[in-house]
């Protein structure tokens, strides 16, 4: 046989007092590896060069006198990134990237069909699947079970995502009924469900039902989290892989005459140890060797799996500057680095799903991506963290991830844990927000504000959730800053608005609210504050206005003269996916700046230090599909100022919901500013709280009011 480095490490494994130079000739003259040690041994082996066993030959020597006596350093994680490469791109895949193309095939229809079998049967909380009893369940031709057909037939998809996330001692499992098997490890299978008793034809979810397979769910889920970190903690080596060596490497051509006869008489097996060959016994001594061999040959096969993921993703020196700034800039490079020495594997799990560089631009503009996954822990679907169970989809599971782990100037104090709310926590903590509404002062009111236009029988405004205290981080407005407009034009902006009533805390039916629709809300704050910020910034172009849907569509510049022209062509429907809408502003932006910019291939746009700030107003009625994905990305971003106005029913716990987690992310990123109104909405006071926000400074009532009466600049253009 020809041997390997790997044949002569593990020949010197097993045969410890043996030297290269034995290992090389042995293995020479023998076809498998335990022919080469049976010939040690037994002291047997014709050489076809001549060569005594104890001689060194050429080739020996040769070999060795290549080889550096000490192997290079493996690079830290930062020398890593900052290593150059092979220039030419190449497509890069693996084992999860593989299983998202997969998925990703039918991922958005499988949703929108859930979504419309939930709505025809009334079942309105996302979180309960249909269910349906039948003698003859698979010749059934109804809508439920239909979907769930197409469920088992997915279940090849299942398995592959499963096992390219999975950590090591985690298990698959899936939920499809006629196509369990006795031993299918589904931990859900063991709970109630929202039906409670089986057996009727068509079954309604009951309330008390819900509540209690809830609470069971969120405790599941909760034990399953911890045992899964624990079990991904135990799995991690228990030595640096970056200070393991190659392979181990004798050094003993150069001994004398006398030391190689010694060597040569100690060679002689004992009759013992020729017993325990003939038997195939191996004595402690050899096993624990085998052993730490074993484990170390791993070790070296997880750090140059993970050196190849790095360089396969990161193949220029352009897309590791990018990677370097993007963790650098989230605060999660300390943490990073910490995870490549402490905890390898992990880091490999979460390098393969891409957490440490930024969103490609490709996946903005894709119906389904691996950030738009949904995960179901009944079902079988699964995130990409060991604590995956819990969270809606991909890409709420990595905002938290990289909120927990990022480094926060916290002025000394302890870093702030953010815990996903349970749906049973998320309710009540939006009744409780809701509770804290308060009347406005009537110094804001305006007999011109739709919903006294619209209704003239309302009686007074909506109550009110005061916005939080204006917290001026980014410098205030700059002549050189661009604003721009992005206005939510989903189906829902044109419906009634309605509100859901609970039953405990499942949604029996939906209720029609006397104020007037979120799109025409919508248009008199724009037309409010673009008449008071052109005022303000003597603007005579007016302001980019782009819309979004499932698509996005720049609409132009508005202004004072072509305002009503320009609103005329908008058209509403559609779903509600801002990272198109977002994908656009960017273009727009980078375009009119192109100069202070430079575009990835990969990761889109990329601003330079110079680069002016965009100041985004971003209006909608609701949670966007992909708004965890907006957001994760606005954590990212220094050269972006995101005030946020959300529009919604009065008195809904879905809007307060909503308005919670907005809250959270202005909390983190004090680039984004939020505001929200319910019901009949005050416009005046709504457009005063979003020009402080925008402009970033506490403007004063009465500079308001001044902007308000003079008349805006005279436009020179108009569409």
């Known amino acids: 046989?020809?041997?390997?480095?790997?044949?002569?490490?593990?020949?010197?494994?097993?045969?410890?007092?043996?030297?290269?130079?034995?290992?090389?000739?042995?293995?020479?003259?023998?076809?498998?590896?335990?022919?080469a040690i049976t010939h040690f041994y037994d002291g047997s082996l014709t050489h076809a060069n001549g060569a005594a066993p104890g001689d060194t030959s050429n080739s020996v020597r040769q070999d060795q006198n290549t080889q550096?006596?000490?192997?290079?350093?493996?690079?830290?994680?930062?020398?890593?990134?900052?290593?150059?490469?092979?220039?030419?791109?190449?497509?890069?895949?693996?084992?999860?990237?593989?299983?998202?193309?997969?998925?990703?095939?039918?991922?958005?229809?499988?949703?929108?069909?859930?979504?419309?079998?939930?709505?025809?049967?009334?079942?309105?909380?996302?979180e309960i699947e249909p269910e349906h009893e039948a003698k003859h369940m698979l010749t059934c031709a109804?809508?439920?079970?239909?979907?769930?057909?197409?469920?088992?037939?997915?279940?090849?998809?299942l398995k592959m995502w499963s096992e390219a996330v999975m950590y090591?001692?985690?298990?698959?499992?899936?939920?499809?009924?006629?196509?369990?098997?006795?031993?299918?490890?589904?931990?859900?299978?063991?709970?109630?469900?929202?039906?409670?008793?089986?057996?009727?034809?068509?079954?309604?979810?009951?309330?008390?039902?819900?509540?209690?397979?809830?609470?069971?769910?969120i405790r599941l889920n909760s034990s399953l989290n911890a045992t899964a970190q624990r079990i991904a903690n135990q799995y991690e080596p228990t030595e640096n892989i970056w200070e393991v060596e190659d392979e181990p490497v004798a050094a003993n051509d150069g001994e004398g005459s006398d030391t190689a006869h010694h060597r040569s008489d100690s060679l002689k097996p004992s009759i013992l140890t020729q017993m325990r060959r003939s038997l195939s016994l191996r004595s402690s001594e050899e096993r624990e060797a085998a052993r730490q061999a074993k484990r170390k040959a791993d070790y070296r096969e997880l750090r140059d799996a993970i050196l190849a993921e790095e360089a396969g993703r990161?193949?220029?020196?352009?897309?590791?500057?990018?990677?370097?700034?993007?963790?650098?800039?989230?605060?999660?490079?300390?943490?990073?680095?910490?995870?490549?020495?402490?905890?390898?594997?992990?880091?490999l799990h979460l390098l393969r799903a891409g957490y440490f560089e930024p969103i490609p631009v490709a996946w903005a503009r894709q119906n389904s991506n691996p950030l738009k996954f949904r995960i179901e822990a009944a079902e079988g679907w699964r995130g990409i963290t060991p604590t995956?169970?819990?969270?809606?989809?991909?890409?709420?599971?990595?905002?938290?991830?990289?909120?927990?782990?990022?480094?926060?100037?916290?002025?000394?104090?302890?870093?702030?844990?953010?815990?996903?709310?349970?749906?049973?926590?998320?309710?009540?903590?939006?009744?409780?927000r809701m509770a804290t509404a308060v009347d406005l002062p009537p110094v804001y009111e305006a007999l011109d504000d739709i919903?006294?236009?619209?209704?003239?029988?309302?009686?007074?405004?909506?109550?009110?959730?005061?916005?939080?205290?204006?917290?001026?981080?980014?410098?205030?407005?700059?002549?050189?800053?661009?604003?721009?407009?992005?206005?939510?034009?989903?189906?829902?902006?044109?419906?009634?608005?309605?509100?859901?009533?609970?039953?405990?805390?499942?949604?029996?039916?939906?209720?029609?609210?006397?104020?007037?629709?979120?799109?025409?809300?919508?248009?008199?704050?724009?037309?409010?504050?673009t008449d008071a910020l052109a005022t303000h910034d003597q603007n005579r172009e007016g302001y980019q206005l782009v819309t979004f849907a499932n698509k996005a569509a720049s609409m132009g510049y508005i202004n004072h003269r072509n305002f009503a022209s320009v609103w005329s062509q908008i058209t509403v429907g559609g779903g509600t996916r801002v990272m198109a809408g977002w994908q656009q502003v960017k273009d727009l932006h980078f375009q009119r700046h192109a100069a202070f910019a430079t575009y990835h291939e990969v990761y889109g746009w990329q601003?330079?230090?110079?680069?002016?700030?965009?100041?985004?107003?971003?209006?909608?009625?609701?949670?966007?599909?992909?708004?965890?994905?907006?957001?994760?990305?606005?954590?990212?971003?220094?050269?972006?100022?995101?005030?946020?106005?959300?529009?919604?029913?009065?008195?809904?716990?879905?809007?307060?919901?909503?308005?919670?987690?907005?809250?959270?992310?202005?909390?983190?990123?004090?680039?984004?500013?939020?505001?929200d109104a319910q019901g009949n909405t005050p416009e005046r006071y709504v457009t005063h709280e979003l020009l402080k926000r925008h402009l970033g400074y506490e403007v004063t009532l009465s500079e308001f009011e001044e902007w308000e009466r003079s008349a805006p600049p005279a436009y020179e253009t108009s569409l």
């Open 1 to 35: 046989m020809v041997p390997t480095r790997e044949d002569i490490a593990k020949f010197l494994t097993i045969v410890p007092h043996a030297n290269e130079g034995h290992a090389l000739l042995y293995l020479q003259g023998a076809t498998t590896l335990e022919e």
């Open 142 to 157: 109804c809508d439920i079970h239909q979907y769930k057909i197409r469920k088992q037939n997915r279940v090849a998809v």
């Open 607 to 675: 601003a330079g230090p110079q680069m002016p700030i965009l100041r985004l107003l971003l209006l909608l009625d609701g949670e966007a599909t992909d708004m965890d994905e907006f957001e994760l990305e606005l954590l990212s971003l220094s050269w972006v100022h995101v005030t946020i106005f959300l529009i919604g029913a009065d008195g809904c716990p879905h809007h307060h919901r909503h308005a919670n987690e907005l809250q959270r992310i202005s909390e983190v990123n004090p680039h984004v500013a939020f505001v």
């Open 388 to 432: 995956w169970r819990g969270y809606e989809n991909t890409a709420e599971e990595r905002l938290y991830w990289v909120l927990n782990h990022r480094i926060e100037f916290t002025n000394g104090t302890e870093p702030r844990q953010w815990l996903k709310p349970d749906v049973i926590s998320a309710l009540e903590m939006a009744r409780t």
């Open 168 to 217: 090591p001692g985690e298990k698959y499992y899936h939920d499809c009924y006629y196509s369990q098997q006795i031993w299918n490890n589904n931990p859900y299978a063991r709970i109630i469900t929202p039906y409670g008793p089986v057996g009727r034809i068509r079954q309604k979810p009951e309330a008390r039902y819900h509540a209690r397979w809830l609470v069971e769910t």
């Open 314 to 347: 990161w193949a220029d020196p352009e897309s590791r500057r990018i990677v370097t700034e993007y963790q650098d800039r989230l605060g999660l490079t300390q943490h990073i680095a910490s995870l490549r020495v402490h905890r390898p594997m992990q880091y």
């Open 451 to 529: 919903c006294q236009t619209q209704n003239p029988s309302a009686v007074g405004y909506s109550r009110q959730v005061m916005p939080s205290s204006l917290r001026a981080v980014d410098a205030p407005e700059l002549p050189t800053d661009n604003t721009m407009i992005l206005l939510d034009v989903s189906g829902s902006m044109d419906f009634d608005p309605v509100r859901p009533s609970y039953e405990k805390y499942m949604v029996t039916r939906y209720e029609r609210t006397m104020q007037p629709r979120n799109k025409d809300v919508a248009k008199a704050v724009i037309r409010r504050f």
């Open 68 to 126: 550096p006596d000490h192997a290079d350093p493996l690079p830290s994680y930062q020398s890593a990134v900052a290593m150059g490469g092979n220039e030419s791109r190449t497509t890069h895949t693996n084992s999860i990237i593989e299983a998202a193309k997969l998925r990703a095939r039918d991922e958005q229809e499988m949703q929108s069909r859930l979504q419309q079998i939930q709505w025809d049967h009334q079942i309105f909380n996302d």
